[in-house]
């Protein structure tokens, strides 16, 4: 017998598969992405990147020092940070009124912890209606009260007693104020959405993910100078992305309250903060806490309030009046920190009454300041103890890698598009 033969219409209605299945491969090649749609997002990166790119070189740069700041500012600064003494050491509040009387000032802060071999550094400002002063900070040796130096915080032009505060002035503000404190917060915004567009320009191009072949993305070739630096500035993006996200974010958030703390309060709600205490019409001049009494009250408040919300007060850390607000701030570390170098907690209170105003735990009291504790904490290198620090350090110096491949390779297409439009023009 012969073998049974396909029916016709079989044979047919395979073809038409077969038909639609080709059609549908070329559809899905036609909704790929098409080149005018990828050199959009090209284009945007590339603008983004170039704007940006002297901003997070002088960030990522100064960043990477900032991480060992306190390390750093000893060995530049070693008069006015140590301390060379040894003994009892007197009480803050002695130190305070020692920093008045050498100054002719008002001190507004105090701190209450001053580390074993350290100076006490305490700020002072002109009392209402005298003359500016040409400093803001003395230091005093904690044993002695003796003064140790005296300098403008951040001002390059004493010298090297500066170093540290003028790098951070730099990382935050260019040294440039309240105009360049805005400007590095609309580069880290863009930066912000910038990490997405690269995350997704190194994709692979087809609609339909070729997963396999997004591994080259992570890959450093060498085979050429301008392949080693493409794959860098690709690879390091992919390889640090979610550290930088955290970075652009938390610059956001430093920089640019504006826009961060409505997206904040979308996303994690909202949490009271010291600034929703409104300010009075005159900045007050006499409380009538004194400091000792104000210490004092900080104490029983904190004591009070860890019965209340179930946590421990390891050490007070410092004590600072706002006269703007009448308010005295007691700051302390407690067992809700993950700080290691930092304490977060906030108890301020009226510096006339004692009332308590704002309680800020960093840790278990609302969500967004849990997240903001560990989202800020990692920008600046406070959580995780000396590794996180060095990887700090280490992204800092990735940001400049970044921002420096990205604008070779622009310049490298730039003047690849300049030669053949000349030679285009030679031609004709």
Known sequence: MKP?????????????????SASARTDHKSR???????????????????????????AGGTGSLLAFYPELERIAAPSFMLSETSGQRLDPLVLRARAEAITGRQVDFVPLHIAAGDTAIISVSPKPGAASLNFDEIALDPVTGAERGRRT???ITQGTVNLM???????????????????????????????????????????????????KAWAVRRTSRAKLNFDLHRAGGLWLW?????F??????????????PVMKVVLGDAPSLADVRPQSEAMVQPRLDWAEARERGRQIVAQAGLRESFVMTRAEWLRLDRVRGVYIYAFQSDRDVYTRFVGGRAAFDANTGQLVHLKLP????????????????????????????????????????SVTGVLIWTRKRSARIFRHRASQYQL
């Open 363 to 402: 840790t278990g009291q609302f969500a967004r300041t849990t997240f903001e504790t560990w989202l800020f904490g990692l920008h600046i290198g406070a959580v995780l103890g000396l590794p996180w620090r060095i990887v700090v350090s280490i992204v800092g110096l990735g940001i400049v890698v970044l």
């Open 32 to 58: 790929s992405l098409r080149p005018s749609d990828r050199q959009f997002w090209v284009l945007a990166h590339r603008w983004a990147g170039l704007t940006i790119a002297l901003f997070l070189i002088v």
């Open 248 to 261: 652009a974010w938390s610059s956001v958030g430093f920089n640019l309250e504006q826009v961060y703390s």
């Open 165 to 215: 505060p003028f790098l951070y002035k730099l990382h935050y503000s260019l040294a440039a104020g309240e105009w360049g404190q805005l400007a590095l917060g609309l580069a880290a915004l863009i930066w912000a959405v910038d990490c997405f567009v690269g995350w997704y320009l190194t994709l692979p191009a087809t609609h339909v993910r070729r997963w396999w072949h997004w591994r």
């Open 242 to 246: 979610p550290i930088l996200l955290v």
């Open 4 to 20: 049974a033969s396909f029916p016709t219409w079989l044979l047919r209605a395979i073809g038409s598969l077969n038909s639609a």
């Open 153 to 155: 915080w951040g001002d």
